[in-house]
């Protein structure tokens, strides 16, 4: 079904080939509210033996401040293609701006962990917005002709997040308190709330179909729902309990409700009828492979430094940097050679990479030497560059203008629901691993409490320590087969320059 042409922003110019200044400026407004976003979920995560102590706690209860905010970004997203649509990207975008700086102030006030938890959810209404509004906001004033830069430009706080994130936590929490992992946000939130309003375009939405409200019962809660029970996993070690089950059989009920829904209906809260475009398709098969794979084994290096070779929070976030001064070099290119030839090159370079980097850690040991680790670490990060934002742009390049916020919105679902199926996955495998060696806890315990070593026999520390590294890299292999996987989809992405998406669109339908 092909779309009458839609006309770019007034003044932005997509057709020119470079970027200009008006484009720049409403890059950096995006990526102010992209970086807020993404830092959140990583900074967090080093707190979390924080609250435990703060709120006397446990690590189960203290966890629901990820798992709450991460529910909350699930909930929002599928609601945002539409409202987008509805309202403006504008009004939407500092709307999202302002429920996210009020959770990050409600969050520095809280009292017991049932109010940080509480307060953690109205954050994630804002983060969940934040970036597919940000990825439809930057379309729409680039253009096809351009989009594989402007992406390239947000996707750099989605790569330097997971990696700065432990270490500007780890120097909050040390040098001042865990409050101000959350105020920090105050002052960079203002500034992008006075930017938006300044640099983003007006909005003029146009009289917007009906509200999908079935679609919205269906797909939110069953996201949700879902998510909830697969983020469960680890903590309850298996997939067989009732806390996992119950709420992700319902939750994938409800989703495959809301497909058999969404087939039917003109106008669907989630556009499924975007998958009749081939490029999209591929891309989605692509960044579902790719997100279980890369994100699922970011948590392993973190936890392998600190409870194997036992590095700090903020050491291990340290050591983990190399991995994103990579990509930061990769990124633009990739950006211009994607406008240029299309991502389909681009993508399979990157992976290539990954996996050449990724399959230096299943051999981990005890002792693995930092710069091996570090060098493997950088060209795992060149790959990140080619990889991640082109498969977005694969996806978003070929759709037209009023297409792009449900696009957006879609590959926004999928990245956040493979992502969770992959921390999930890597945690159980890892956790079953551990558990198969009983030499492992106490080695692991003596290694951050120095005095339990001198209750157990020699040797147990380092055979012990030994073992558990060799768990982290049988882990590391689940997540190098995943990657080598990802090439299959990653073929059939696009190889050629973009056209008007118009046109593209008519070329990549599969008529069904």
Known sequence: MTQPPDKPAAGL?????KLDAAVFKVAGVVVLGAIMSILDITVVSVAIPTFQREFDTSYAIAAWTMTGYTLALATVIPLTGWAADRFGTKRLYLMALTFFVLGSVLCSTAWNIESLIAFRVIQGIGGGMLMPL???????????????????????????????????GGWLIENFSWHWIFLINLPIGVVALVLAVIVLPADNPEPSESFDFLGMLLASPGLALFLFGVSSIPEEGTVAAAKVLVPAVIGALLMVAFVLHALRTEHPLIDLHLFRNRALTFSVLTMVLFAIAFFGAALLLPTYLQQVRGESALQAGLL???????????????????DKIGPGKIVMVGITLITIGMAYFVQLDADSSYVTMITALFVMGLGMGCTMMPIMTAAIQTLTHQQVARGSTLMNIVNQTAGSI???????????LLNNEPLVRPAIAANFDPTLAGNLPPGTIEVGLQRAAEAFGHTYVVAVVLIVFTLVPAFFLPRTKPTNPEVAEAATTVHV
């Open 13 to 17: 110019g997509p057709t020119a080939d």
């Open 134 to 168: 940000g990825m439809t906001i930057m379309t729409h004033a680039a253009g096809p002709q351009r989009i594989g830069r402007v992406m390239a430009v947000l996707g750099v706080p989605m790569l330097l997040g997971p990696i700065a994130g432990p270490i500007l």
């Open 320 to 338: 983990i940097a190399p991995q994103g001064i990579g990509a930061v070099l990769t990124m633009p290119v990739a950006g211009r050679l994607v």
């Open 422 to 432: 992959g921390t999930a996955t890597m945690s159980v495998v890892l956790t079953n």
